[in-house]
């Protein structure tokens, strides 16, 4: 294995590893509800509170982290990110005091919000266009991977001998820390803005950035927010059991774990507008498919929507970057965090919408946002590499 291919596979590990922590928090909160009821605290909203926190810290600090990284200022070495990550998580075996385990929460939020613009820089600086496409992908495997893996093995842990069990969580982190600390830990400080920019340019990739931004927020508002509620529509309005809704729901998940390596290798070779607008305009009628069609054709039609509505996740990372080059740091931590906190408004919005018009018209009308997406992908300004040839 070359040196590309070691470091590429060290970074995706890393990635597993902080993305693997945060879905814990999900997974024991049936566990802790009982312990936080003791302590006088019985609302839902404060225990999911929990799991809120944490994607707040991550639309905070990324774009903070990346900034700092973009100035050579501090930025915490990958193998401490993944580290911090495990400890506050892993803590959760032995500590019950709910205000404690909101900032262990934070903690564990801080370390995976630095990881990534860390992460991402560096890909970017050890890359090039002609393969940036492929190593980011290869890179969110690594972090789908370990994201998908942790409810299965959290919840086994808590099964076999409940939150005491979650201790062992912390052995992943500490040997995956220890291998990437065999590796560089942080980007080449480059400066914020290149010396050739002008002003007027520099404005320019701002203004070319906010449309990928937006573009991504929605992708990211219908993806997550639909997630967040298949299962119940599947089996309250769908018919599916509950045991094949939660297989379906999974298989939408590594759909798209899989559509990101995909995409990212064909963005290389087709050009990165192209794909990103393949995806997003399959996405409407697969995305409408889970609702019109009948079974099992909707169902098929699910994983389809899972494919296509992440495929251009790591796109939009390099796209970014490739607009911003001198400030890849924030742009990292910008188009990964923002996104992310919009998911977690959106989830709430749809709640709203299916106390007003019910279920399947509220997660229907999110189709709407997609297609917003496919007007808005023909109208970037970044070329056509196909078109070009």
């Given at each position: 294995?070359?040196?590309?291919?070691?470091r590429?596979?060290?970074?995706?590990?890393?990635?597993g590893?902080?993305?693997?922590?945060?879905p814990?928090?999900?997974?024991?909160?049936?566990?802790?509800?009982?312990i936080?009821?003791?302590q006088g605290?019985?609302?839902?909203?404060?225990?999911?509170?929990?799991?809120?926190?944490?994607?707040?810290?991550?639309a905070?600090?990324?774009p903070?982290?990346?900034?700092l990284?973009?100035?050579?200022?501090?930025?915490?070495?990958?193998?401490?990110?993944?580290?911090?990550?495990?400890v506050?998580?892993?803590?959760?075996?032995f500590?019950q005091?709910?205000?404690?385990?909101?900032?262990?929460?934070v903690?564990?939020?801080v370390?995976?919000?630095?990881f990534?613009?860390?992460?991402?820089q560096?890909i970017?600086?050890?890359?090039?266009?002609?393969?940036?496409?492929?190593?980011?992908?290869?890179?969110?495997?690594?972090?789908?991977?370990?994201?998908?893996?942790?409810?299965?093995?959290?919840?086994?842990?808590l099964?076999?001998?409940?939150?005491?069990?979650?201790?062992?969580?912390?052995?992943?982190?500490?040997?995956?820390?220890?291998?990437?600390?065999?590796?560089?830990?942080?980007?080449?400080?480059?400066?914020?803005?290149p010396a050739?920019?002008?002003?007027?340019?520099?404005?320019?990739n701002?203004?070319?950035?906010?449309?990928?931004?937006?573009?991504s927020s929605?992708?990211?508002?219908?993806?997550?927010?639909?997630?967040?509620?298949?299962?119940v529509?599947?089996t309250?309005?769908?018919?599916?059991?509950y045991?094949?809704?939660?297989?379906?729901?999974?298989?939408?998940?590594?759909?798209?774990?899989?559509?990101?390596?995909?995409a990212?290798i064909s963005?290389?070779?087709?050009g990165?507008?192209?794909i990103l607008?393949?995806?997003?305009?399959?996405?409407?009628?697969?995305?409408?498919?889970?609702?019109?069609?009948?079974?099992?054709l909707?169902?098929?039609?699910?994983?389809?929507?899972?494919?296509?509505?992440?495929a251009?996740?790591?796109?939009?990372?390099a796209?970014?970057?490739?607009?911003m080059?001198?400030s890849?740091?924030?742009?990292?931590?910008?188009?990964?965090?923002?996104?992310?906190a919009?998911?977690?408004?959106?989830?709430?919005?749809?709640?709203?919408?299916a106390?007003?018009?019910?279920?399947?018209?509220?997660?229907?009308?999110?189709a709407?946002?997609?297609a917003?997406?496919v007007?808005l992908?023909?109208?970037?300004?970044?070329?056509?590499k196909?078109?070009?040839?």
């Amino acid at each position: 294995m070359n040196n590309l291919a070691k470091r590429i596979a060290v970074l995706a590990a890393g990635h597993g590893a902080v993305d693997f922590y945060l879905p814990v928090i999900s997974a024991a909160l049936p566990v802790l509800m009982p312990i936080f009821a003791v302590q006088g605290i019985t609302s839902y909203a404060m225990a999911g509170f929990l799991v809120t926190v944490i994607t707040i810290t991550l639309a905070v600090v990324q774009p903070v982290a990346g900034w700092l990284q973009d100035r050579g200022g501090w930025t915490l070495g990958a193998s401490w990110c993944v580290l911090m990550t495990a400890v506050a998580i892993s803590c959760f075996a032995f500590v019950q005091n709910y205000w404690i385990l909101l900032v262990l929460a934070v903690v564990a939020g801080v370390g995976n919000a630095i990881f990534h613009p860390n992460a991402y820089q560096q890909i970017y600086q050890f890359s090039t266009p002609a393969n940036r496409g492929t190593l980011l992908s290869v890179f969110s495997v690594g972090g789908s991977f370990g994201y998908g893996a942790a409810p299965l093995v959290a919840g086994a842990l808590l099964v076999w001998a409940g939150l005491p069990a979650l201790i062992y969580l912390i052995i992943p982190g500490i040997i995956v820390a220890f291998i990437i600390s065999r590796f560089p830990q942080k980007p080449v400080h480059e400066p914020a803005v290149p010396a050739a920019y002008s002003r007027e340019s520099s404005q320019t990739n701002w203004r070319r950035a906010g449309l990928i931004l937006g573009i991504s927020s929605l992708r990211t508002w219908v993806y997550y927010g639909f997630l967040a509620f298949a299962t119940v529509y599947l089996t309250t309005y769908a018919g599916v059991e509950y045991f094949f809704a939660t297989l379906f729901v999974t298989g939408m998940f590594y759909a798209g774990m899989i559509a990101t390596l995909v995409a990212g290798i064909s963005s290389d070779k087709l050009g990165r507008k192209e794909i990103l607008l393949i995806s997003y305009a399959c996405s409407v009628p697969v995305y409408l498919g889970i609702f019109l069609l009948p079974a099992p054709l909707s169902l098929l039609s699910l994983l389809a929507a899972g494919f296509f509505l992440m495929a251009p996740a790591t796109i939009e990372i390099a796209t970014v970057q490739e607009m911003m080059p001198g400030s890849v740091g924030l742009a990292s931590g910008i188009v990964i965090g923002i996104p992310q906190a919009l998911s977690a408004v959106a989830i709430v919005a749809i709640g709203v919408l299916a106390d007003t018009f019910g279920m399947p018209e509220a997660l229907t009308m999110q189709a709407v946002l997609m297609a917003a997406a496919v007007v808005l992908c023909i109208f970037l300004p970044y070329p056509m590499k196909l078109w070009r040839k």
